[in-house]
């Protein structure tokens, strides 16, 4: 491929978009590196580099690396385990020699990240045209999984350094209008306690791993088919963690827990809550205003992103077999019922978190489909609607607690217009079964 033929090719609307995307990206890490060490600590960037050594947690990185080896035959797959388990025996033997640990003793995940550099290094080296361009989107795929992790926590450190003052008892206010159901979901898991707990609070902090799961069905074929379908579930995904956090910043709320109760494991603690109410006792109808917190807890409640993932993989395990309909269903009620019932979310941020998820799925299946009248016009629906929501909670929740049984069903009624817009335009963007051709009648013989 000579120069002008590669320019060519990079001047189709397909590649600009992945190359802005790319760029995008970049700078994007680039300016949280700067702002995590603007407070001394580590960015997005240097943590990604210090996993080639130090590996705090092994499943981001093997979760990665199982998503890179979609695009591999099961040779390349078994070779690509034995040699990244191989290299993390050897680190984990060294770092006990010489007495490292790190914060969770000696764990693995550096031989994932190896394979997956040296699966890049392979394919500019060694692979040509399509093989290349398919080897190093398995690869894009697995770094951007455990670049989205490590993105994440520094946003929310940025929230936390950056919002002094959060805005629960507005959203707790508005929530009256929905009967405050963190309050009573809150009160039916202490109930179920232990065994309600534990299975919840594994779901929560599991939910990475069935989106995995989905993705890696959705990408069954990429191997044999040598190419990735138009659209999968990591897309949303991280689409859903670029911008979620943008609106933490506009709108910093820390939940339940924290703002009306003990906080957990020690983060938040009574010393900053506005009452320690959570869960037994809903919090009074009042005036509602900012209020200070600690520069630790993350402003990470509106939306819910929690709700916002689980949403998308109940969305795209619809098509999936049986089994795996059945888990993205569990997996969205157990994931709602866990933010709610421990103090995590409130209702609202729930209702926000289902629009904000339906939007974007919107918009990258009709880039996939083709831009057309229905796909702008619920795009620009669920827009509205989420910012309508946003503002109602911010500048109506009294009116919103003193009219329960106004404002409750209107915002049930929003969110349900979205899922009803979104499940009736994606239907008619499904491939029609062309009819079957039927032969021509037979001439009757006189």
Not at 125 to 148: D, S
Not at 173 to 184: E, F, K, R
Not at 204 to 225: K, S, T
Not at 367 to 391: E, I, N, P
């Amino acid at each position: 491929m000579n120069g002008r033929t590669m320019f060519a090719a990079w001047r189709q609307p397909r590649a600009m978009l992945w190359a802005t995307a790319g760029v995008a990206a970049l700078g994007l890490l680039i300016t949280l590196e700067i702002a995590a060490r603007r407070y001394g600590l580590p960015g997005p960037i240097t943590n990604q580099v210090k996993g080639v050594i130090i590996a705090p947690k092994a499943g981001p990185l093997y979760a990665g690396m199982a998503l890179m080896m979609v695009v591999l035959t099961w040779r390349q797959r078994f070779i690509a385990a034995g040699v990244a388990i191989g290299i993390d025996v050897v680190f984990v033997l060294v770092r006990w020699a010489v007495g490292a640990r790190t914060t969770d003793g000696l764990s693995f995940g550096s031989g994932a990240l190896w394979v997956m550099l040296g699966c890049a290094f392979i394919a500019v080296t060694r692979r040509t045209g399509r093989e290349r361009v398919l080897l190093l989107k398995g690869v894009g795929l697995g770094l951007l999984l455990v670049a989205a992790r490590k993105t994440g926590d520094t946003w929310l450190l940025i929230t936390a350094k950056t919002r002094p003052l959060v805005l629960d008892p507005y959203v707790a206010t508005a929530d009256h209008a929905l009967g405050n159901p963190s309050w009573l979901v809150g009160r039916m898991v202490r109930a179920t306690d232990p065994i309600g707990t534990h299975l919840l609070e594994w779901v929560y902090a599991q939910l990475a791993v069935a989106a995995v799961v989905v993705a890696l069905y959705q990408l069954r074929n990429v191997a044999a088919e040598r190419r990735f379908p138009r659209h999968h579930l990591l897309r949303t995904f991280l689409v859903i963690g670029l911008l979620g956090p943008g609106i933490y910043m506009l709108f910093p709320v820390v939940g339940p827990v924290f703002a009306y109760g003990p906080g957990a494991s020690g983060t938040g603690g009574v010393q900053w809550a506005v009452a320690n109410l959570w869960p037994d006792t809903p919090p009074p109808i009042s005036s509602p205003h900012p209020v200070p917190y600690d520069s630790i807890t993350p402003r990470n409640c509106m939306p819910s992103l929690h709700t916002a993932w689980a949403t998308a993989i109940f969305i795209h395990s619809r098509k999936g077999p049986r089994i795996l309909r059945f888990a993205g269903a569990f997996w969205l009620i157990a994931t709602l019922t866990a933010t709610l019932g421990f103090g995590y979310h409130y209702g609202a941020d729930l209702i926000a978190g289902v629009v904000f998820t339906l939007t974007i799925e919107t918009a990258l299946r009709a880039l996939d489909h083709g831009w057309d009248r229905s796909g702008f016009q619920l795009v620009a629906y669920g827009t509205t609607v989420l910012a309508a929501l946003l503002m109602s909670y911010r500048y109506l929740p009294t009116e919103m607690a003193v009219h329960p049984y106004l404002f409750g069903p209107l915002l049930i009624l929003a969110m349900s217009s979205v899922i009803y817009g979104y499940v009736r335009t994606t239907k008619l963007w499904e491939p029609k079964a062309a009819p079957a051709l039927q032969p021509d009648p037979q001439p009757e013989l006189v």
